[in-house]
């Protein structure tokens, strides 16, 4: 099951993974929504650039699935779930400065 999270007036992509029993969240969407950023893929990409450089498990855990972009594709899109997204907010002071 696919659906959008609404906070405020911003759109979180998210998936329920019936076999895991767990939802899924895109990184970019929840990315944008805490920061405000003009270019949250950007922000995200360097972010995560950081935090494994830094060596911080939660983002390797994180992977891709599909999910529908603004344009209307399918596009692999990285996403976390409830505990690994907490994880990275916490892991990351970086995550709630301006770019």
């Known amino acids: ?6 906070f405020e007036t ?3 992509r998210s998936l329920w993974d019936a ?6 969240f895109s990184i970019v969407d929840v ?5 405000d950023s003009a270019d949250a893929t ?14 911080n498990e939660t983002v390797t855990n994180c992977h891709g699935l599909r ?9 692999l899109t990285d996403v976390a779930d409830t505990e690994q997204l907490l994880r990275l ?6 995550l709630f400065g301006k770019d």
Do not use: H, I
Request: charged share 35%; hydrophobic share 40%; aromatic share 8%.
């Open 31 to 35: 990315v944008a929504v805490l920061t």
């Open 10 to 12: 911003r759109q979180v």
């Open 42 to 55: 950007a922000y995200w990409r360097k972010l995560k650039q950081r935090l494994k450089a830094e060596g």
């Open 89 to 94: 907010v916490q892991s990351s002071r970086d």
């Open 19 to 24: 076999e895991r029993e767990a939802w899924f």
């Open 67 to 75: 999910m529908q972009a603004q344009d209307g594709k399918m596009r």
């Open 1 to 6: 099951m696919t659906t959008l999270k609404l």
